[in-house]
């Protein structure tokens, strides 16, 4: 059985959990379901009939009075109603399903046939003292009577939609309980068994950690001598055999003095990704096999004059770096990977890269790691398909409902109550909120698609300000801050594309209201900074802690426990753009003092 396996069957015991308690849920919710569904089946149909021949019951109660009246014409109208108490009278008598439902739609039955023959005996009356006489000696109290029958009927359904209102309450809670000690109980059992049968997987690999620890403190007697057939099992039988070998090594004086050699050699070589080991002038010290392998390159050669241009220029670039006593090379992300040729497709290598001293603490060559990322970029791609993917279909249904919200509060359908309104509004900030929620998610995938393109113009650095100021007054005005603007003289023209920095400004100001205080100032500023101009928005703000400061551009981002609706891709777009117009971005912070979003932009013939 390989190690695998036994991980997979160790994760079995969660899953049946979790299966026994998607069961017991659905089992509950099903069960609510159909108390719910008995309640409208059985009572509710005869609640409503009872009613509609309560209303029928007076429309012909008023067709009589009208005659006794001597308003005949109106008695007519009113006349037909006795057709839709018979529909609904058919309809409770196929529709019992109470203790005494039946004897009350028996004698309701009883009561209005009653009262339809004396109906039909009263329309042949004439004399209008006549029927004022027979309807207050007849018709009245047969009226009256058979009102009352349909009182009970409405009266039974009734406190019976109490009871099972009731009863379902009660089974809802009993549900709840189960459910609760159904989850503790499997989570518990699930849980248990899993750390069990992962330790019992695992335990191999406590033995070959052992025996690796022992050989490595220099014991070549330890031995894993591990049983089966897995992965682990085999490294054992292999960490066995080199353990033998070692021991042979050192029992000679050839094995001393290549031991040093081996053992660095066996690591770089243990590593699947290509290392490259340079002297100060660019020479190879050393490779290890994954080099050799795939950059086509050995130790002693000079491999730099034969390699591709983007893979050249990334070695020499990194150890430019490590030998100039900068330190440690580390890359800013995978968009310094460098693409190379391989079987099986191409791979995207990402460099790396650490001093090598002498014992004078001299550097004396650099240790290059190239770190192989190829699914590592494409599962980045995928994630930004996905997100734009995402995003445009977002887009149509979400124009639909914003239009549909708008024709609603504008009353084109018909007027709303203050209630229904304030809930449309609320509904239309929502929908705000998201759609711009899916502009920045298709800013980021142009972004990640490397599709940020500016069309430069000159404007002048006040024009930028006053556009930016004047796109927020009124969010400032209704937060209850002041926006000012401070210009350093003299005034220089920027190349700007205004759209795009109208988005930047929008975003650090907009942060900027949200996170000062009311009554609050945010001053937004513009100076020369040498061959450029730098654009400033400072808050009165908590600030940012320092362990957040280097972190705010990231996407995604967001500094925990501040407020604010966005998804932490604001920062990071307007980075972006900005380094799209060839400036810099970044933030200078104070707790508790506010806040200072700058950014730098070109001046024309300057830069």
Known sequence: MTLRTRLLLAQLPLAAGLALLGFVALSTV????????????????????????????????????????????????????????????????????????????????????????????????????????????????????????????????????VHKSDEARRMGERNRSLLVLSTICAFGLALFASVWLTRRALRPLQLLTLAVRSIGEGNLDARARLRGEDEIAQVGR????????????????????????????????????????LSVEGRVLNVNQAAETLLQISAGAEPLARMPPEMREAVEKVRTHVVSGKGAYAPRGLEEAVRVRAEGGDRALLPRATPLYSEQGGVVGATIVFQDVTRLLRFDELKNDLVATVAHEFRTPLTS??????????????????????????????????????????DLSRIQAGRVEVSLTSISAKSVVDAAVAAKADSARDAGVRLEEKLGEPVLPVLVDPERIGLVFDNLIGNAIRHSPPGGRIEIRARPDDERVRFEVQDQGPGIPAEYRQRVFEKFFRVPGTKGEGIGLGLYISHEIVSAHGGDMGVDTTPEQGSRFWFTLRVPGRA
Request: aromatic residues 6%; negative net charge; proline residues 2%.
């Open 30 to 161: 099903d069960a609510l379901g159909r108390s719910s569904q008995r309640i409208l089946q059985d009572n509710y149909r005869s609640v409503l009939a009872a009613q509609r021949m309560k209303d029928a019951l007076e429309r012909v109660d008023s067709a009589a009075l009208f005659r006794a009246a001597g308003q005949p014409e109106k008695a007519d109208a009113q006349a037909a109603a006795h057709i839709g108490f018979n529909e609904e009278l058919s309809v409770q008598e196929h529709n019992i399903t109470e203790p005494g439902e039946g004897e009350a739609t028996h004698a309701l039955r009883a009561a209005w046939d009653e009262y339809l023959a004396r109906h039909a005996r009263y329309r042949t009356l004439q004399d209008e003292s006549a029927l004022r006489r027979r309807y207050f000696a007849e018709m009245e109290p047969g009226f009256s009577r058979a009102k009352a029958a349909a009182e009970r009927i409405l009266e039974l359904n009734q406190d019976a939609i």
């Open 238 to 277: 292999e960490l066995d055999m080199m353990a033998d070998k070692l021991r042979e090594y050192r029992s000679s004086s050839l094995g001393e003095l290549l031991q040093a050699q081996q053992a660095s050699q066996a690591a770089i070589d243990s590593l699947p990704d290509p290392v490259l080991v």
């Open 401 to 442: 409902l914003r239009m549909a919200i708008h024709i609603l509060i504008e009353g084109t359908v018909g007027s709303l109550t203050e209630r229904q309104a304030d809930l449309l509004y609320a509904a239309r900030e929502d929908c705000e909120r998201l759609q711009g929620i899916v502009d920045d998610l298709l």
